[in-house]
């Protein structure tokens, strides 16, 4: 039976799920206050928030181990959606906003997650074009390890936009509205909210990013990287010793590369450091001087800051049934809200898989005669 999902968010966890959810036979609205738009139109102070344009975005494959199990129920969600890019490439390659390319590691102090990857673990676990590099293909002595692979890269605001067409052209519809909670979107209706096409909704999915405050778990990660204009032929990553991190995301379509960049738990500061920006480009330049393509700089285009929000314990996808007011004779109405945020750095990389468990959960929900979905 058809339902009316509401979906809150259109970064790309929203966008991912309201798709999926509109194959499945939902009638589907996307709720948001922000919708993807040119990179260059984004405001960075207004739109701070609005956590997907600001993203490289790049797949960085995160191998699975016991000593991080995060990692663990991670891994499937981004294969999943490794596939889904597979396809969606392969049928709009010019048009979808994707990249297929090497990914190349170098690590100065490897966890036992890489220490222990070898070949045929890295083909039972999906990775694919693994290889470990020899240590005459490191950058410098400070590299201990290193791999390449095959991965993909995006180009934000065109693969989103790409994404929303898709779902606007089969009939879905978007809502351009503030909410302060999850359970306010059953008080919507055609009539309260006319922009609400479809009346009033079966169920709601909390794709908010940050999740509507109240989940002691959720923190932001502030996020400085800098958009120079020349391309690259691979997606770098280095992890260097005490803990920070270099890498550089090609997005391709005219987007330029992006050098990255660092992860400042609680740092609210949303303009850009200069330090920061010529310690990025130093040391990305360090580690891959082939991307200055035989000159001196790199064209710096402009700085990005963004506001990763990141959750511990991984991301929350679950339902929850809420209270959702008064109902007749004063009874208390109850709603489902199918919760998926807290991805942090990791929106694109898990995006359809995480779309794929909100499905799940919703439809289990209305299956089960109204009882909560835990994913």
């Not at 009939?171 to 096409?197: C, D, N, Q, W």
């Not at 991307?291 to 506001?307: A, C, E, P, S, Y």
Request: proline fraction near 6%; charged fraction near 20%; hydrophobic fraction near 35%.
């Amino acid at each position: 039976m058809a339902r009316h999902i509401a979906v809150i968010g259109s970064g790309v966890t929203g966008i991912s799920s309201a798709i999926l959810l509109q194959r499945a036979g939902h009638r589907v609205t996307i709720i948001a206050k922000d919708f993807p738009a040119p990179f260059e139109t984004i405001d960075p102070i207004s739109q701070i928030n609005y956590t997907s344009p600001w993203g490289g975005a790049h797949n960085r494959w995160v191998p699975p181990h016991p000593s991080n199990p995060q990692s663990i129920s991670e891994h499937p969600l981004s294969t999943t959606t490794f596939a889904h890019m597979k396809k969606l490439h392969a049928s709009h390659p010019a048009t979808a906003g994707i990249t297929f390319l090497k990914g190349i590691e170098y690590l100065e102090s490897p966890g036992p997650e890489y220490t222990s990857l070898t070949t045929a673990k890295a083909a039972e676990l999906h990775l694919p074009g693994f290889r470990i590099l020899s240590p005459s293909e490191f950058p410098d002595q400070k590299v201990t390890w290193g791999c390449e692979y095959e991965t993909y890269c995006l180009n934000p605001m065109v693969y989103l936009s790409f994404l929303l067409r898709r779902f606007t052209h089969r009939g879905g519809k978007i809502l351009k509205h503030t909410l302060r909670s999850p359970a306010e979107v059953f008080a919507l209706s055609s009539h309260s909210t006319p922009g609400l096409k479809n009346g009033g909704v079966d169920a709601v999915v909390n794709a908010s990013g940050a999740g509507f405050g109240g989940d002691e778990n959720m923190f932001i990660t502030r996020g400085q990287t800098v958009l120079v204009a020349e391309g690259c032929d691979a997606t770098v990553t280095r992890q260097n010793e005490d803990g920070s991190w270099t890498f550089c995301v090609p997005r391709g379509f005219e987007g330029g590369t992006v050098i990255g960049g660092t992860k400042e738990v609680d740092d609210w500061e949303g303009s850009p450091r200069l330090e920061t920006r010529e310690r990025l480009l130093e040391m990305f330049v360090g580690t891959y001087p082939r991307i200055l393509g035989g000159k001196n700089r790199l064209t710096v285009m402009g700085d990005i800051v963004g506001r990763r929000p990141s959750r511990r314990g991984g991301p929350r996808v679950e339902g929850e049934v809420v209270g959702v007011g008064a109902g007749v004779g004063g009874e208390g109405r109850k709603g489902f809200v199918m919760h998926a945020y807290g991805l942090g750095g990791r929106g694109y990389e898990l995006s359809w898989g995480v779309a794929e468990k909100v499905v799940e959960g919703v439809e289990g929900y209305f299956r089960g005669g109204g009882r909560e979905s835990k994913i």
